[in-house]
Nanobody, 121 residues
Framework: VQLQASGGGLVQIGDSLRLSCAASSRIFSSAVMAWFRQAPGREREFVALTRWSRASTDYADSVKGRFTISRDTAKNTVYLQMNSLKPEDTAVYYC???????????????WGQGTLVTVSS
């Protein structure tokens, strides 16, 4: 399975952006899809995750209420809608696929290439 992330860009404080992550093949129902991010000089951190078979979700506290993860099973695509963006949201965003319901990056065995989000102050 290959994951292709897209949708990043340069935005200003308070703007919105939607990231997409398209899978090259059908995602099986028990899969967990997640978004992580990595800012310069920092470790990769969890952002959000969802189970493919149903709409259960989990969010990092830093994005809760501002970001929304969703999926389109017909398109094999997971999205991350980001609203009210802040400079501290600046990072490379990665989508990932795993099996375990986990916030740990080590639990995910398929990763997209990353898409850069820059929030300008």
């Amino acid at each position: 399975v290959q994951l292709q992330a897209s949708g990043g860009g340069l935005v200003q404080i308070g703007d919105s952006l939607r990231l997409s992550c398209a899978a090259s093949s059908r995602i099986f129902s028990s899969a967990v899809m997640a978004w992580f991010r990595q800012a310069p000089g920092r470790e990769r951190e969890f952002v959000a995750l969802t189970r493919w078979s149903r709409a259960s979700t989990d969010y990092a506290d830093s994005v809760k209420g501002r970001f929304t993860i969703s999926r389109d099973t017909a398109k094999n695509t997971v999205y991350l809608q980001m609203n009210s963006l802040k400079p501290e949201d600046t990072a490379v965003y990665y989508c990932a696929r795993g099996i375990q319901w986990s916030r740990q990056s080590a639990e995910y065995n398929y990763w997209g290439q990353g898409t850069l989000v820059t929030v300008s102050s």
